[in-house]
């Protein structure tokens, strides 16, 4: 992905093509309903929800100028693989991305996918990881903004005080989960620590 530097929110023209096609397909996991949706470039949004009608809401509210259709077997097949990396995080999540946005929201997810599992950060930081650390509530509007939960990470952003942003895909119950989740996966993949010698 590259990246530039103008802040703002989605433009009509990274949100959704007229007439573009956008296919989706939604399944359940231990944190809620899932929905992937797919544009011809790869997989262009990932919500996680209570309510699955919600979620197609939510899509078609994101992308409103896109005709969008259920999705077919290949597209059940990367759905599967989402919600198996929600439940364990050590299973490996390389899709691909067609990632839309402004310049300065690109510079933003770039900065969150850089985090690593089982890590954790705060608006402040990635704001001075960019380069614009007195943008930290335009850091937070981009995260809110992100359209790929999970793939995307800015569920590893959290407030100054360390307590989780609710986001705009989790809610606090679901981000803290998927922290731990993603901890846990992280400690288990460590080797063991030698035994101390006698």
Same mark, same amino acid.
């Given at each position: 992905?590259?990246? #530039?530097?103008?802040?703002?929110?989605?433009?009509?023209?990274?949100?959704?093509?007229? &007439?573009?096609?956008?296919?989706?397909?939604? *399944?359940?996991?231990?944190?809620?309903? %899932?929905?992937?949706?797919?544009?011809?470039? *790869?997989? +262009?949004?990932?919500?996680?929800?209570?309510?699955?009608?919600?979620?197609?809401?939510?899509?078609?509210?994101?992308?409103?100028? #896109?005709?969008?259709?259920?999705?077919?077997?290949?597209?059940?097949?990367?759905?599967?693989?989402? +919600?198996? =990396?929600?439940?364990?995080? $050590?299973?490996?999540?390389?899709?691909?991305?067609?990632?839309? *946005?402004?310049?300065?929201?690109?510079?933003?997810?770039?900065?969150?996918?850089?985090?690593? @599992?089982?890590?954790?950060?705060?608006?402040?930081? +990635? @704001?001075?990881? %960019?380069? @614009?650390?007195?943008? %930290?509530?335009?850091?937070?509007?981009?995260?809110? $903004?992100?359209?790929?939960?999970? #793939?995307?990470?800015? =569920?590893?952003?959290?407030?100054?005080?360390?307590?989780?942003?609710?986001?705009?895909?989790?809610?606090?119950?679901?981000?803290? #989960?998927? %922290?731990?989740?993603? $901890?846990? @996966?992280? &400690?288990?993949?460590?080797?063991?620590? $030698?035994?101390?010698?006698?």
């Amino acid at each position: 992905m590259t990246m #530039a530097s103008r802040h703002g929110r989605n433009s009509p023209g990274d949100v959704g093509r007229p &007439s573009e096609e956008i296919r989706f397909a939604v *399944g359940q996991s231990s944190l809620g309903s %899932i929905l992937v949706a797919f544009s011809e470039k *790869g997989v +262009v949004s990932i919500l996680i929800r209570e309510d699955p009608d919600q979620l197609v809401e939510d899509l078609r509210n994101r992308f409103p100028r #896109a005709v969008l259709v259920r999705g077919n077997r290949d597209d059940e097949k990367v759905l599967k693989r989402v +919600v198996d =990396h929600v439940e364990e995080p $050590a299973r490996d999540l390389d899709l691909p991305l067609d990632v839309r *946005g402004t310049a300065f929201q690109r510079r933003v997810w770039q900065a969150v996918r850089e985090i690593p @599992a089982g890590q954790t950060t705060t608006y402040t930081d +990635v @704001a001075r990881k %960019i380069g @614009a650390p007195n943008a %930290i509530r335009a850091v937070g509007n981009a995260c809110s $903004a992100n359209n790929l939960a999970v #793939a995307v990470h800015c =569920h590893r952003v959290l407030h100054k005080a360390g307590s989780p942003t609710g986001g705009n895909h989790w809610g606090n119950g679901r981000q803290r #989960a998927m %922290i731990d989740r993603e $901890a846990d @996966a992280v &400690s288990r993949k460590r080797p063991a620590p $030698a035994p101390d010698e006698e």
